[in-house]
């Protein structure tokens, strides 16, 4: 199944937990500098796209795409790999939490490159086992989620392909937008399914790791284990989970 195909099968529940966090919007935007004319790849529901500019989205699952709002910028049937685009078309590029469902993340990257001449990527950094163990949800419920990013490429990596700079991102502790790792001092959060339906990650785990991770976390919670190993989180306001902002 593509990662397109996974969205038009989880997505229908997207935007009960997906939408914009502002202070992380707030970054985005502004790495956009003084672009008038944006180009917002595997754009979504459009949760990021800045007002007051000139978007276009480019979104492959039809599901996603129906759930754009009404009056949302107008969005394309497309995937990163082969963008539809002339050469500099537009004044940026932008991508958020999109680049890990990519076939090709090289050649998804070249052609925002190609087509634009800024280009800013919110994505994570997969070879940094660091966040994994600093995060109690992947450290000690879903060690699959290592699994998953067997051979995927570091942020530098990535950066690398298009020249950019790395930048960390962290995470409010009460971050509104409901991705993998934004619940990280919420942990009830990660008990209720209509939560983890708005994470990829546990359709990609199964359902097996799924309901022992929940139950394990469950009953962690109950009996105070939870609390007397992450104490350390209560007085945070902000984390740093391997979030990482490619700026070029
Ligand atoms: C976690 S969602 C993020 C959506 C949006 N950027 C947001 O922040 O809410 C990942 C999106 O990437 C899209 N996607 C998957 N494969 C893609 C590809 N090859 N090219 C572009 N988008 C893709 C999915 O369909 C899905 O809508």
């Known amino acids: 199944m593509s990662r397109a195909q996974l969205y038009d099968t989880i997505g229908a529940t997207y935007t009960a937990t997906r939408r914009t966090e502002p202070r992380i919007a707030t970054r985005i935007w502004a790495a956009l500098g003084d672009a008038q004319t944006v180009l917002n790849v595997g754009a979504g529901t459009g949760s990021y796209e800045p007002p007051g500019r000139d978007v276009t989205a480019v979104e492959p699952s039809a599901l996603m795409r129906s759930l754009r709002q009404p009056g949302a910028a107008p969005c394309v049937d497309a995937v990163a790999e082969s963008l539809p685009f002339e050469d500099q078309s537009f004044d940026a590029a932008m991508a958020f939490a999109t680049v890990h469902h990519w076939q090709d993340p090289h050649a998804g990257l070249r052609e925002m490159r190609r087509v634009a001449r800024r280009v800013v990527?919110?994505?994570?950094?997969?070879?940094?086992?660091?966040?994994?163990?600093r995060f109690w949800l992947t450290r000690d419920y879903l060690p699959e989620v290592a699994d998953l990013l067997v051979g995927w490429p570091s942020a530098t990596e990535l950066a690398g392909v298009i020249g950019a700079r790395v930048e960390p991102v962290l995470i409010p502790w009460n971050c509104a937008d409901g991705f993998f790792e934004a619940y990280w001092r919420r942990p009830e959060a990660y008990l209720e399914d209509h939560v983890r339906?708005?994470?990829?990650?546990?359709?990609?785990?199964?359902?097996?790791?799924?309901?022992?991770?929940?139950?394990?976390?469950?009953?962690?919670?109950?009996?105070?284990?939870?609390a007397e190993r992450n104490r350390n989180l209560v007085n945070l306001d902000a984390a740093e989970l391997g979030l990482r902002l490619l700026v070029t």
């Not at 990527?121 to 163990?133: C, P």
């Not at 994470?199 to 939870?226: F, I, K, T, Y």
């Open 121 to 133: 990527v919110f994505t994570f950094d997969g070879t940094d086992a660091g966040w994994r163990q």
């Open 197 to 226: 339906r708005g994470m990829s990650v546990w359709a990609r785990v199964g359902p097996v790791a799924e309901q022992r991770a929940v139950r394990s976390l469950g009953n962690d919670l109950v009996s105070g284990r939870w």
